[in-house]
């Protein structure tokens, strides 16, 4: 093992991730420095043109620090425009300037899962991978909390941010209230993550730096919403970047603390300028310029991305005057846009590595070369270091998963048209492969778990990962997202076993929301043979009591509620004992 001290760790930066060994840092990956700073033609490119909006998040985090209150910027524009890029320049100040400084980035793939986006905050700060036992999760997630919140309160609030993002711990007194109530349950979720945050902000300046909230699961944005509205005289400021199209859904967001909104614009063709000098050199023809600046609309990326098809092309070719264009530009059949531009580009890479790439499309913007190579692919170390080397993906210095080495798609545009590429046959084959080898590797985001199984044809398992999904949301109170997984599935031919058990949960989703006519509905179809099964029997019991007493019908409700109670009293389910007793108390 390679050990380091505290001055070495600080001078090395991100080119190492370590893990605290008593007096010393373990080195438990190498980096390869800057993740974002794209090369093209071998040279990496600078950001131009956004000296006003560094100089308006510089005194954004100034006037944070001196008010003590919560802050937000919500850095907007298209795919392309530089939103990482500015992000990734201001994020050293960031974590420079405060005490816990809490970092994630939302991934397609799992925005169906709750508050799967602030779990990766958690789960980076924390060290917690997939693979590492329960009990070893539970216990980084403690030492964490306990960093800040004083020891009295550090388990409670501990089982209560672990109830939220996939890490339960087991049955108390105080978790079995809120599962018996959806609604107790956000509160003191909501809670937990409060007092957490707020301990550590009177130590010093908190930050959560959130990139693509456009791919957020909703619990996760409805989570930041309460701590901003709520952490008043703490100096809490989240930076984070979206797509524009995150305010549609959102057109209020962050309102509590009147966010700041930097909409990043098109560079003018004098940035643009610099951007080309920055890659060919300063004696670039004024027909280049022209070309590829009326071609990407001042889109830094969309800019670059021209530039190396030009490349690839032998369009654009180095001469010993510099960089010619062969040719009348006038009469190039450029692409028609730019995922027309990174089809062209991939089209060029060797098969090998084009279906090695497409392949990894399948796990979202991150993958792992352990997942890909479960799916029958070769050297490919070798092949990724040389997609890296033509600046389609870069390696990530710290994995989610234990023991598997993280790669990530340098624009989330490479991976969606290569997953754009795959056959509807190769497609479903690969998420079947995902799923199994995820599943494998310790994944419990059943939700995740369900998509891959789904899409690759499984509907067994998907079914299976699908209700897990929506007994997860049920207990959090998510009851929209419960009642789609309930329905999924069900679609999907549950085995048997399995189905009455889906209704029920399905139909307490239907209850919560006072829907119970369609609760009603549901038990009627559920219809356990009596002695089938005696968790599921005293829990379609339970429901159909609860929908009594929801139209007012006491006398019923209460015999039905009695009957289920005979069924599992002094059993083994002592969590739904309590919620019946709960019940028939009130």
Request: aromatic share 8%; proline share 4%.
């Amino acid at each position: 093992e390679l050990f380091i001290d505290g001055a070495t760790h600080q001078l090395a930066g991100d080119l190492v991730e370590v893990e605290r060994r008593g007096d010393h840092e373990a080195v438990l990956s190498l980096g390869s420095g800057s993740q974002l700073r794209r090369r093209v033609l071998g040279v990496e490119t600078p950001t131009v043109g956004r000296e006003t909006e560094f100089a308006a998040l510089n005194a954004l985090l100034e006037r944070a620090l001196e008010d003590e209150e919560p802050e937000a910027v919500l850095i907007l524009g298209p795919a392309g425009i530089g939103k990482s890029r500015v992000y990734f320049e201001f994020k050293p100040s960031m974590r420079e300037a405060c005490f816990l400084c809490l970092e994630a980035r939302a991934d397609s793939s799992k925005s169906n899962t709750p508050y799967a986006l602030l779990r990766e905050a958690l789960a980076m700060e924390a060290k917690i991978h997939v693979g590492h036992c329960p009990e070893d999760q539970r216990q980084r997630l403690q030492a964490l909390v306990g960093c800040y919140l004083p020891d009295g309160e550090v388990e409670e609030a501990s089982h209560f941010i672990g109830e939220a993002i996939g890490i339960p711990y087991p049955d108390t007194p105080s978790l079995r209230i809120a599962r018996a109530d959806a609604k107790v349950m956000k509160e003191r979720i909501v809670q937990s993550f409060e007092g957490f945050l707020r301990a550590a902000g009177s130590q010093g300046p908190v930050g959560l730096c959130l990139e693509d909230l456009h791919w957020a699961d909703e619990e996760s944005l409805a989570l930041c919403e309460h701590l901003l509205e709520r952490l008043g005289r703490t100096a809490f400021n989240v930076i984070a970047t979206s797509r524009p199209e995150v305010l549609d859904g959102h057109p209020d967001m962050f309102h509590e603390v009147e966010p700041t909104r930097l909409e990043l614009r098109p560079l003018g063709r004098r940035h643009v300028r610099r951007l080309l000098r920055s890659i060919l050199g300063k004696e670039i023809t004024r027909a280049i310029e022209d070309l590829i600046f009326d071609w990407s609309r001042g889109n830094p990326y969309f800019t670059e991305e021209l530039v190396a098809w030009l490349a690839v092309r032998k369009v654009l070719v180095l001469s010993e005057e510099g960089w010619k264009l062969v040719g009348d530009p006038r009469e190039l059949d450029l692409p028609a846009g730019v995922e027309g531009a990174i089809q062209s580009r991939l089209d060029e890479l060797p098969m090998d590595q084009k279906s090695l790439l497409r392949a990894a499309s399948i796990f979202g913007e991150t993958f792992w070369a352990e997942g890909c190579l479960s799916m029958g692919f070769n050297d490919v170390d070798l092949q990724f270091k040389q997609l890296e080397e033509a600046d389609f993906v870069s390696r990530q210095k710290a994995s989610r998963i234990v023991g598997a080495r993280q790669w990530e798609f340098r624009h989330s545009l490479h991976r969606q048209v290569a997953y754009k590429m795959l056959p509807r046959p190769l497609r479903a084959q690969l998420h079947l492969g995902a799923a199994r080898w995820l599943e494998q590797a310790g994944e419990e985001d059943a939700a995740l778990l369900a998509h891959h199984f789904d899409e690759g044809g499984d509907g067994i398992n998907a079914a299976s990962n699908y209700g897990k999904a929506g007994t997860r949301a049920l207990a959090n109170g998510q009851l929209d997202r419960s009642v789609e997984c309930f329905q999924a599935s069900l679609r999907n031919s549950p085995r048997q076993e399995e189905r009455a058990a889906r209704q029920v949960g399905l139909a307490r989703a239907y209850i919560l929301q006072g829907k119970y006519d369609l609760a009603s509905e549901v038990l009627d179809l559920a219809a356990p043979e009596p002695g089938s099964d005696a968790r599921t029997e005293a829990e379609a019991l339970f429901m159909k009591g609860r929908i009594l007493l929801g139209r007012a019908d006491y006398g019923a409700g209460e015999s039905i509620l009695r009957q289920a109670l005979d069924l599992i009293i002094g059993g083994a389910f002592p969590e739904l004992e309590f919620q019946v007793r709960h019940t028939l108390f009130w």
